[in-house]
């Protein structure tokens, strides 16, 4: 079936040739721009939720304690956190889980033991915990603990992966009005280079909305071609990006 007939040679004008071309590039930054807010996003989601009903409890060591003391201390302080109420657990992570944790400044062969560390509980609580009281009776039973809920961190963290959302959100708008600027432009760069081919379409009764309907198509189709090269490219690269990044979770 033949689509519909073209009296102007649209075709011939450089600045609608290259119509396509930016609006490939401008699909595919905002293909991108929308895939990296999108991640964010997920991000932030996972990581407040990760976080939420949980803390740490550090058992730092006393002056001229023994490895001994600080290990009995920390029983005492997980012991003391399980009778309260409101807590769903208290697990004390080993020595060796922490020298791992610091293994990528201290190195892999680093005597922990002779480092004065503190030890941590990690500990997940329940919706009616009281705060305040959990860490009234952790200093009454342990002397030197102190508890960290991340709820500083946390809310600073969340707050900019927000930030990035409304910055990429932003972006992807602003794209897509430089793209639609640069579509009226090149319609009227059109309109300017066949003037006189129009001045004889309206002498032989052609009306504006014939002309018009003319470039309506034409940017339409041009449109169309760019958006669907730059969309393909777009999930093209993220694609690319995903194996990479599989490979590395499962290998980590």
Do not use: C
Request: hydrophobic letters at 50%; aromatic letters at 4%; proline letters at 6%.
């Amino acid at each position: 079936m033949m689509g519909p007939r073209s009296d102007l040679p649209l075709s011939d004008n450089p600045a609608v040739r290259i119509l396509p071309w930016i609006v490939a590039l401008m699909v595919f930054l905002a293909t991108l721009t929308l895939a990296g807010g999108l991640l964010v996003g997920t991000m932030a989601n996972q990581w407040s939720q990760g976080l939420s009903g949980t803390l740490t409890v550090q058992v730092g060591p006393l002056k001229n304690e023994s490895l001994a003391e600080l290990d009995a201390r920390v029983i005492q302080a997980t012991r003391a956190i399980l009778k309260t109420p409101g807590v769903k657990s208290a697990t004390a992570i080993p020595l060796r889980d922490i020298a791992a944790m610091l293994e990528p400044w201290l190195g892999g062969e680093a005597n922990v033991k002779g480092l004065p560390l503190p030890r941590l509980i990690d500990v997940a609580l329940g919706p009616d915990i009281d705060l305040e009281a959990l860490a009234q009776r952790i200093r009454k039973a342990t002397p030197g603990a102190e508890i960290d809920n991340h709820q500083y961190w946390r809310d600073h963290l969340i707050t900019f992966l927000r930030s990035l959302e409304i910055v990429a959100a932003i972006m992807v708008l602003l794209i897509a009005i430089t793209t639609a600027t640069i579509v009226v432009f090149a319609t009227r760069s059109g309109l300017a280079v066949h003037r006189e081919v129009i001045e004889v379409l309206h002498l032989i009764g052609a009306p504006d909305a014939y002309i018009a309907g003319q470039f309506q198509r034409h940017a339409q189709r041009l449109g169309l071609i760019g958006g669907g090269a730059g969309g393909v490219l777009g999930l093209a690269t993220l694609l690319g990006l995903h194996s990479p990044a599989e490979e590395y979770n499962n290998a980590s």
